[in-house]
Nanobody
Framework: QVQLVESGGGLVQAGDSLRLSCAAS????????MGWFRQRPGKEREFVAS????????YYADSMKGRITISRDNAKNMVYLQMNSLKPEDTAVYYC???????????????????WGQGTQVTVSS
């Protein structure tokens, strides 16, 4: 059974940092790009970042570019999202995702994602 399990969310203050983790199990995802999405209150789920199968290239949505870094450890089947200078508008549930049709870092569409994690809540207070 394939599982993506996110962790690392929490309540922080504006300007703080958080590192989210995504643990993949049930199969290896080292051949596929992996990504992060978020869903802010009252908004649709939106793409945030992706990383190529090798980890050598990354792609970021404009919404958080410059404040986040995506990385992966294929030996551990893990993906990470380092978030810095957090703002109240970054409050959202953050989801890990895999699109089995992608191996390079590029924008991901919600409908093309094959596996989702359950999400981890990030709340940024002002």
């Amino acid at each position: 059974q394939v599982q993506l399990v996110e962790s690392g969310g929490g309540l922080v203050q504006a300007g703080d940092s958080l590192r989210l983790s995504c643990a993949a199990s049930g199969r290896t995802f080292s051949s596929f790009a992996m990504g992060w999405f978020r869903q802010r209150p009252g908004k649709e789920r939106e793409f945030v970042a992706s990383i190529s199968w090798s980890g050598m290239s990354t792609y970021y949505a404009d919404s958080m570019k410059g404040r986040i870094t995506i990385s992966r450890d294929n030996a551990k089947n893990m993906v990470y999202l380092q978030m810095n200078s957090l703002k109240p508008e970054d409050t959202a549930v953050y989801y890990c995702a895999v699109d089995l049709n992608k191996s390079t870092a590029q924008a991901m569409g919600r409908i093309s994602v094959d596996y989702w994690g359950q999400g981890t809540q990030v709340t940024v207070s002002s």
